[in-house]
């Protein structure tokens, strides 16, 4: 990606103060903005409203980097409408997560080893070796041979015979 069009976008925005405004195809817009943020205030509890207060003041902000990026004083409806895309799915998000801010939290228990070993058996088809059964260990110096105890009783007593280090699901 060649980030000079970002690059020159930056110096324009940057050698002089500049005043960027809406344009008046941009107005109905804003308005519509406004009465969608107002709307959102009244309506929402006050747990979910203070995590979007300036959902029309973060609108413009947007839409005024866009006009920026396009070496533009003015903001298009184009502009606006993108802005407030992006900031229509930013205060979605905070409604959504901020719903369950006020309710009791459960606390998450670990599983026991037990079901993690079952869990590493299904996944493996309802059979599986010790050495997929426990967990990977990078750079333990074996190779993926497992201990020395498994190499030397590996293959011994037949398939799944009584040396077998191989593990199957509860039937």
């Given amino acids: 990606m060649d980030g000079s069009d970002l690059s020159d976008a930056y110096a324009w925005a940057t050698v002089r103060p500049r005043v960027v405004t809406l344009s008046e195809d941009a107005r109905p817009l804003w308005r519509i903005v406004r009465r969608y943020a107002r709307i959102l205030g009244e309506t929402l509890p006050e747990a979910q409203s203070v995590f979007i207060e300036r959902t029309a003041e973060q609108t413009l902000r947007v839409a005024g980097c866009l006009a920026a990026a396009e070496c533009s004083e003015a903001i ?9 895309s992006l900031v229509r799915c930013s205060v979605q998000d905070a409604v ?53 105890r498994n190499r030397r009783h590996r293959g011994t007593g037949g398939e799944d015979g009584p040396t077998s280090d191989r593990f199957h699901a509860a039937r």
């Fill in 76 to 84: 298009t409806n184009e502009m606006l409408g993108a802005a407030f």
């Fill in 96 to 148: 959504r997560i901020s719903k369950g801010a006020d309710s009791p939290k459960v606390k998450r228990q670990p599983a026991s080893l037990t079901d993690k070993v079952r869990a590493r058996i299904e996944m493996n088809g309802g059979a599986a070796t010790s050495s997929q059964v426990l967990p990977l260990r990078r750079g333990n110096g074996r190779g993926g041979q497992g201990t020395a």
